[in-house]
């Protein structure tokens, strides 16, 4: 049974930081990567960034760039997004989710952490 479990959400102000943890287990320790998605209020969910667990592969949205950093530890299987210099627009549920193929489908989800961006 795979399991992903976010944690780290809540308040901040703009400008401000906060660190997501996405904590893996079961058949997710397997996977070929990692990603943080995540849906504003009234928009599609949206892919921020991801990173392979071998090699370290990153892809990061342009608007990501520069202000968010994911890594991962792979001896604790967890991967972190380190989210900086955050703003109104970035206020979303953020997942992580685990891509078990390359170019395959991200089939594990977890449920979501609240970031919340004031202005």
């Known amino acids: 049974q795979v399991h992903m479990v976010e944690s780290g959400g809540g308040l901040a102000q703009t400008g401000g930081s906060l660190t997501l943890s996405c904590a893996t287990s079961?058949?997710?320790?397997?996977?070929?990567?990692t990603g943080w998605f995540r849906r504003a209020p009234g928009k599609e969910r949206e892919i921020v960034v991801t990173?392979?667990?071998?090699?370290?592969?990153?892809y990061y949205l342009d608007s990501a760039k520069g202000r968010f950093t994911i890594s991962r530890d792979n001896a604790k299987n967890t991967v972190y997004l380190q989210l900086n210099n955050l703003q109104p627009e970035d206020t979303a549920v953020y997942s992580c989710a685990a891509q078990t193929t390359y170019g395959g489908t991200w089939s594990y989800w977890g449920q979501g952490t609240q970031v919340t961006v004031s202005s």
């Open positions: 079961g058949g997710a320790l397997n996977s070929y990567a």
């Open positions: 990173i392979t667990w071998v090699g370290g592969i990153t």
